[in-house]
C-alpha cells in the first residue's frame, strides 16, 4: 500500500544529525514502527507513506546514518501535516456522507446525524436505521480519504439496507474504490495483530 506518498528532493545542505538513537521531534508523530528502506537506484529523493500501523520511509542507499534519522524527522512531520488537513470535524463529516449519498446512492440515503466517536476500537463504523445515525472510530482520522469515503458509505448503505447480502454489497459496487480500501483497512488490522519484534540494539 502506498497511499498519498510523500516525496522530497534531498537538500544540498547537511545540518548536523540528531543524538544517536533519536528521532528528532517524532514524539506523537507516528502511529506505531518505522521502517526506513535504502534503494541503490534512489538518487535524490525520500518518500515516506503508512502501512499498516507503521512508517515507511523510503531514501538512497548512501546516505548515512545522521542523514537517514535527520530524514525520517523530516518525512515524519510532514506525514503528520499532512495527515491533519485531512481530519473533518462532525460538521464536514456530515456534509461529506450528504455528497457521498448523493453521488453513488442516488441520494437516497439521509442521516440524521454523522460524527465522530472514540470508544469504537473494534469496528471502523456503526449505524443506527431507526435513528438514522452514522458513527465513525476516531481511528480513521489522518487515513486516506478514500479509506474514510468507503467506510462513510458503508454506513450510509446501511440505512438503506441493514445486513450485509447481495443487495448491499451491489450498492457499494457503484464506489470505484471499495476493494481498494476493504484492502488497506485489513491490511491495518493484520498490521496491528503482528507481535512487537525484539530490539535490535543494546538496552
Known amino acids: 500500500m502506498s497511499a498519498d506518498p510523500l516525496n522530497s528532493p ?12 533519536a528521532v ?18 534512489r ?14 520511509v523510503l531514501i538512497p542507499a548512501r546516505m548515512s546514518e545522521d542523514e537517514e534519522r535527520r530524514w525520517v ?4 512531520d510532514k506525514l503528520a501535516a499532512q495527515e491533519s488537513r485531512r481530519m473533518l470535524d462532525d460538521g464536514e463529516l456530515a456534509e461529506r456522507a450528504v455528497r457521498l449519498s448523493r453521488q453513488y446512492l442516488q441520494d437516497r ?3 440524521a446525524s454523522v460524527r465522530w466517536v472514540t470508544n469504537q476500537n473494534t469496528r ?12 465513525l472510530s476516531h481511528r480513521l482520522q489522518g487515513m486516506p480519504e478514500y479509506v ?13 439496507v441493514p445486513g450485509h447480502g447481495p443487495r448491499f454489497w451491489r450498492l457499494l459496487d457503484a464506489y470505484p474504490r471499495t476493494e481498494r480500501a476493504r484492502g488497506f483497512l485489513e491490511g491495518v ?13 543494546d538496552e
Request: aromatic share 4%.
Open 10 to 21: 534531498e537538500p544540498s545542505h547537511h545540518g548536523p544529525g540528531p543524538v544517536p538513537g
Open 24 to 41: 528528532p521531534g517524532a514524539a506523537g508523530r507516528e502511529p506505531g514502527a518505522v521502517e526506513v528502506r535504502r534503494s541503490s537506484r
Open 43 to 56: 538518487r535524490r529523493t525520500v518518500s515516506a507513506y503508512r502501512e499498516g500501523g507503521r512508517t515507511v
Open 73 to 76: 524527522g523530516v518525512m515524519l
Open 109 to 111: 440515503a439521509r442521516p
Open 124 to 135: 471502523w463504523g456503526s449505524c443506527t436505521p431507526a435513528e438514522r445515525s452514522i458513527r
Open 148 to 160: 474514510v469515503d468507503y467506510v462513510l458509505l458503508h454506513e450510509l448503505a446501511h440505512l438503506l
Open 189 to 201: 488490522v493484520a498490521a496491528e495483530r503482528l507481535p512487537n519484534l525484539p530490539c535490535d540494539q
